[in-house]
């Protein structure tokens, strides 16, 4: 609702019974709905007040994945609801059009909040993506398709219990589900459509692709619009991760998407194989619809003008919960890692020492990558960006800009986006200040 100029969304976290498969409820929790939440749009500029209602038994959180707000705001570990309480931030959608999500942010609760449905999406507009030529009729040309995998008991049930291999892994699951539905069919009459995917899994990482290889477009990276088109086959999204694909539609013929699904421990086990996400059915031949030549000006990364800083992932022994750090440091609640000057653009170069995979996440700010191993980002990596996946030995520059919202006291987390390893304490903290 419209409310003295802000839009006011209202927000109920609570336990639900879902029906993943026929007949059988599975305790979950959802967010005004039995599992996941709902898929929030708003215009870049616009004032947000988020009343975030907690009616579980236990503290929980709301972070707004990607946006730029406020520490206090943030809905990080430092904004913990209590039960029954109501949360109420308020801020300026400071964002370009794109992709966004929510989800709890509890510190060690993050994996079992998110895994039992705790996230949603937002979807945000404005004049620049407006006066690009792209569907974006939302449910008819345009969809948001949350990604994730789940595993079930006998019972139907999904119980968060991480096995040795869960907690060095991350927490996977041999069911996908798209906004917790199971192998959906959609059928459509548009020749062109939008899939605006956020990979919401856990631990899992998706290489997507099409059963017949037919090649589609990304147009949007994590933060908003790419320069132009990025044609491919297949596409990998880390946990954490949105990318926006136009796909044409136009021949008629069914596409079948689909998901090679691996984990962190990918380069030692391999993938877990690949799995059919969904179906996209034309309901006739279309005339093709043309693609944007270019979507929106980018100007290359901005110059630095304060610190570089080194951050340095790391595993000690093997297996046991607590073994990730960075900078051989465990997250701490109450420790501070170091503070940004507010109005600094800075270089953060990560660098992976382990032999798995971590999709590292920053909050506050969208960033732009500077380089991987040296070389410039790839063209789908080279907009505006809020996670961003460090490979074994791979050393990843990233220039970030921390504007408009100082805090002396509260801090924006990092960390990697397997919730299981965020949880184990590969996270950290800043001020801007
Ligand atoms: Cu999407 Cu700190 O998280
Ligand atoms: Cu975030
Ligand atoms: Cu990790």
New binding site residues.
């Given amino acids: 609702s419209i409310e003295q100029g802000r839009r006011v969304f209202d927000l109920l976290v609570a336990n639900g019974l879902h029906e993943f498969h026929d007949e059988t409820a599975t305790e979950t929790i959802g967010i005004n709905a039995p599992f996941l939440g709902p898929i929030l749009s708003a215009h870049a500029g616009e004032k947000l007040r988020m009343n975030v209602g907690n009616t579980l038994a236990e503290p929980m959180t709301l ?1 707004w ?2 946006l730029h707000v406020p520490a206090a705001a ?1 809905g ?1 570990p430092h904004q913990s609801i209590a039960p029954g309480e109501t949360w109420s931030p308020e801020f300026d959608l400071m964002q370009k059009a794109g992709t966004f ?3 709890g ?1 509890q510190h060690r609760k ?1 994996g079992p909040h998110v895994w039992a449905g705790m996230a949603g999406v937002i979807r945000v507009e404005d004049d620049e993506e407006t006066a690009v030529a792209l569907p974006r009729t939302h449910g008819e040309d345009d969809f948001t398709l949350v990604l994730q995998d789940r595993r079930f008991d006998a019972a139907g049930q999904m119980p968060y219990a991480l096995n040795m291999h869960d907690r060095m892994a991350g927490m996977q699951g041999d069911v996908m589900l798209v906004n917790g539905q199971i192998g959906p069919l959609l059928e459509t009459d548009a020749p062109l459509v939008r899939l605006r995917v956020l990979n919401g899994s856990n631990g899992s990482f998706y290489g997507l692709h099409f059963s017949d290889n037919r090649t589609f477009h990304q147009i949007a990276s994590d933060g908003g619009l790419l320069a132009a088109p990025v044609a491919m086959q297949g596409s990998v999204l880390s946990p ?1 991760e949105r990318g926006e694909f136009l796909v044409d539609l136009s021949g008629g013929e069914a596409a079948q998407l689909r998901a090679e699904v691996f984990g962190a421990e990918v380069m030692m086990m391999g993938t877990a194989g690949t799995r059919d996400v969904m179906e996209f059915r034309p309901r006739a031949a279309r005339r093709a619809a043309a693609l944007p030549d270019t979507l929106v000006e980018l100007p290359p990364p901005p110059e630095a003008t304060g610190e570089e800083r080194d951050f340095s992932l790391a595993m000690t022994g093997m297996g046991m919960m607590g073994d990730f750090t960075i900078n051989n440091r465990r997250f701490d609640h109450d420790r501070v890692d170091f503070s940004v000057p507010l109005g600094a653009t800075e270089t953060w170069t990560w660098t992976n020492t382990t032999p798995m995979l971590h999709p590292m ?1 920053i ?1 506050d700010v969208q960033f732009r990558i500077l380089s991987r191993n040296g070389q410039p980002p790839a063209a789908h990596e080279a907009g505006h960006k ?2 961003v996946l460090i490979r074994p030995e791979e050393s990843v520059a990233l220039r970030l800009s921390f504007a408009d919202y100082s805090d002396p006291v509260l801090p924006y ?3 990697c ?1 397997i919730l299981e390893h ?1 949880d184990a304490g590969m ?1 950290g903290q800043f001020t801007v200040a």
């Fill in positions: 972070h994945h990607g943030d990080g999500w929510f989800h942010h993050a954490g996440h909050h809020d996670t987390m990092y960390h986006h965020e996270m």
